[in-house]
């Protein structure tokens, strides 16, 4: 099915392209608007530490959302330890810093009905791993979506996908951030 870009109403579903839009711009207007964020952590009081300052990375990943929210924590802490190793960071200079939380829908439903229940979801999310209590989480409804340039399968009604940025402290991150 070709998307079609313009103002004319197609007699099939044009909710298709619909969704596809929506995400594809609420992705890029995201990495834009926080591709140069700087985010500072002072330490515990009384503590000796230099206050460190973390930047956003735009260099975005996946994460599916394990089917059993509640107790997929471990999952997820998983796949974010995954990343930040892959990247040659350590954990103490990494973390989550922006979530968006990609729900699906089903061929009846519009984009509304998966951004609704990623939304329904946040609470069980946030709450079953300490990384994500204090990120960021934004919400989007989807079937696919394109993740650090590559197309991202989310799914039907009930998959869930996270689109996962990085705060990183250390020096200045060299990254291309116009894909």
Do not use: H
């Not at 989807?142 to 799914?155: E, F, I, K, L, Q």
């Amino acid at each position: 099915m070709s998307r079609g870009f313009g103002f004319r109403r197609k007699p099939s579903s044009g909710e298709d392209g619909a969704g596809w839009i929506y995400a594809d711009l609420f992705l890029a207007l995201m990495i834009v608007g926080l591709g140069s964020a700087a985010v500072t952590t002072s330490p515990a009081s009384g503590s000796p530490a230099a206050q460190k300052t973390f930047q956003l990375s735009c260099a975005e990943f996946a994460v599916r959302v394990p089917g059993n929210i509640r107790s997929g924590g471990a999952a997820v802490e998983s796949a974010v330890s995954a990343e930040i190793a892959k990247r040659g960071w350590s954990p103490d200079s990494s973390k989550p810093g922006l979530v968006i939380v990609m729900g699906g829908f089903s061929g009846s439903e519009s984009p509304g009905a998966g951004d609704n229940r990623a939304q329904n979801i946040l609470p069980q999310l946030r709450a079953s791993t300490p990384l994500l209590q204090q990120v960021e989480m934004r919400t989007a409804g989807a079937r696919s979506v394109r993740v650090n340039g590559v197309a991202t399968t989310v799914g039907g009604a009930g998959s869930y996908l996270m689109v996962t940025y990085l705060l990183f402290s250390g020096p200045q991150l060299q990254e291309d951030c116009t894909r």
